[in-house]
């Protein structure tokens, strides 16, 4: 199997919002339609807050991705505004999808705090990690995240934070290195 690592490219969105569909189990939750428009609003956000976005290739398929911020560099890009806010307006009409939207603001409600629990000195983020989950185990999250550290030490970042849930694989973040800093519980309702 051939891995390639690249720039997100706007052919690769229905791949990447497949993938956090199936990771976020939104495909549970939503129908399909709703489950993909969630997942593409998922995605539109985390570009938002992201200065490099990466996204993993087997075989030329799209078949994860990593995004981060680095604190020192201009976030603010049109293109990423406009496609946050056609995402927003896509979904923002469904009864259905004001759920979803619900939780988001309560997990991002949730991160806040914890961010200030944490009281760290932090200049960099991982914004979204995802990689298709038939592929786990082959090294394509290995090297996406070495490629973000790389990222964020390139520019000049020494403390980053990560923001996950019990659907993660925690061994891997503390394989590589990172401390949990603080945990918080909550019931996510989708």
Same mark, same amino acid.
């Given at each position: 199997?051939?891995?390639?690592?690249?720039?997100?490219?706007?052919?690769?969105?229905?791949?990447?919002?497949?993938?956090?569909?199936?990771?976020?189990?939104?495909?549970?939750?939503?129908?399909?339609?709703?489950?993909?428009?969630?997942?593409?609003?998922?995605?539109?956000?985390?570009?938002?807050?992201?200065?490099?976005?990466?996204?993993?290739?087997?075989?030329?398929?799209?078949?994860?991705?990593?995004?981060?911020?680095?604190?020192?560099?201009?976030?603010?890009?049109?293109?990423?505004?406009?496609?946050?806010?056609?995402?927003?307006?896509?979904? !923002?009409?469904? =009864?259905?999808?004001?759920? /979803? #939207?619900?939780? %988001?603001?309560?997990?991002? +409600?949730?991160? &806040?705090?914890?961010?200030?629990?944490?009281?760290?000195?932090?200049?960099?983020? !991982?914004?979204? =990690?995802?990689?298709?989950? /038939? #592929?786990?185990? %082959?090294?394509?999250?290995? +090297?996406?995240? &070495?490629?973000?550290?790389?990222?964020?030490?390139?520019?000049?970042?020494?403390?980053?934070?990560? =923001?996950?849930?019990?659907?993660?694989?925690?061994? %891997?973040?503390?394989?590589?290195?990172?401390?949990?800093?603080?945990?918080?519980?909550?019931?996510?309702?989708?």
């Amino acid at each position: 199997m051939e891995i390639n690592i690249r720039d997100i490219e706007r052919k690769n969105i229905d791949a990447l919002a497949e993938i956090i569909c199936n990771t976020w189990g939104f495909n549970d939750s939503f129908s399909p339609s709703l489950a993909y428009k969630i997942g593409r609003l998922y995605l539109a956000e985390s570009l938002y807050k992201s200065n490099f976005t990466k996204v993993a290739f087997a075989d030329g398929k799209a078949v994860g991705l990593i995004l981060a911020r680095a604190e020192n560099l201009k976030n603010f890009d049109v293109q990423k505004s406009l496609y946050l806010l056609k995402c927003m307006l896509s979904v !923002i009409f469904n =009864f259905e999808a004001l759920r /979803a #939207l619900k939780v %988001f603001a309560d997990i991002e +409600r949730q991160n &806040t705090e914890l961010y200030k629990e944490a009281a760290g000195d932090f200049d960099g983020e !991982i914004t979204l =990690f995802a990689v298709d989950e /038939a #592929l786990r185990g %082959f090294g394509i999250g290995k +090297r996406l995240y &070495t490629a973000a550290l790389d990222f964020l030490k390139d520019q000049g970042a020494k403390n980053y934070f990560v =923001f996950t849930d019990t659907t993660c694989n925690y061994g %891997f973040y503390e394989h590589e290195g990172a401390i949990r800093l603080k945990e918080k519980e909550m019931l996510i309702p989708l």
